[in-house]
């Protein structure tokens, strides 16, 4: 079965240093792989998936994520972080290669707080 | 320009009220499914649809029933509420292995 995980609850960094947010799946096969965002009171946004190709992939709002299968991560980055960057951000995997269209599966999620 | 539209944004219910939620896209995207998220907890998965007429169960479907009679709505029905049921839904739709897109959610509350 397919699985994420984000091992923090809570990533804090000021404003104008690099942010990481950490993720690491389980699939059978080679991964789809996404990163979403979450403000206040909003459904969540997409920034950047993976499916094949070259392994850094660039999203929405100056984010990008490197996928790495020896490690079997997708972690989340940005070289400068914003204070507007803070909110709640979710990685989802999916396993292309079960049969059926087998929806996506979501972690627990990473607050990230940039601070002034 | 409406995208994933959900109703009510918000709700409050007693104990074994029943309600529907209401998700409709404009997007002809034939893949919509209902998540449930609580703190903690993440986003969990309590039915999908990969087309009209065809509806599976996610991780949490006991005590919700959907059904899918057209592309643009999957309504999501709360048969007998219970307090484990306050949570915040949403509702998402997508093309096949494209990004989600999600409504606003639904904030509901059973006391």
């Known amino acids: 079965a397919q699985s994420v995980a984000q091992p923090e609850d809570q990533v804090n960094v000021a404003e104008g240093n690099p942010l990481t947010v950490k993720c690491t799946y389980s699939?059978?096969?080679?991964?789809?792989l996404f990163w979403y965002v979450q403000y206040p009171n909003r459904g969540l946004q997409f920034l950047l998936k993976y499916i094949t190709g070259d392994n850094l992939v660039k999203g929405s709002y100056g984010f990008e994520a490197e996928f790495n299968k020896s490690q079997t991560s997708f972690h989340l980055k940005k070289p400068s972080a914003l204070v507007s960057d803070s909110a709640l951000y979710f990685c989802a995997v999916r396993d292309p290669w079960v049969s059926g269209n087998t929806p996506l599966v979501f972690g627990k999620g990473t607050r990230l707080s940039v601070i002034a | 320009n409406a995208g994933v539209t959900q109703t009510p944004k918000f709700q409050v219910l007693k104990t074994g009220q029943s309600m529907t939620l209401q998700c409709a896209q404009d997007m002809n995207h034939e893949y919509m499914s209902w998540y449930r998220q609580d703190p903690g907890m993440g986003l969990r998965l309590i039915h999908y649809?990969?087309?009209?007429?065809?509806?599976d169960q996610g991780e949490v479907p006991n005590g919700y029933n959907v059904s899918r009679s057209t592309t643009e709505d999957f309504p999501l029905r709360l048969l007998s509420a219970a307090p484990s049921q306050t949570s915040v839904y949403f509702c998402a739709s997508s093309l096949s292995n494209s990004p989600l897109h999600f409504g606003n959610g639904t904030r509901l509350t059973v006391t």
């Open positions: 699939v059978s096969g080679n991964p789809y």
């Open positions: 649809s990969v087309g009209a007429g065809i509806t």
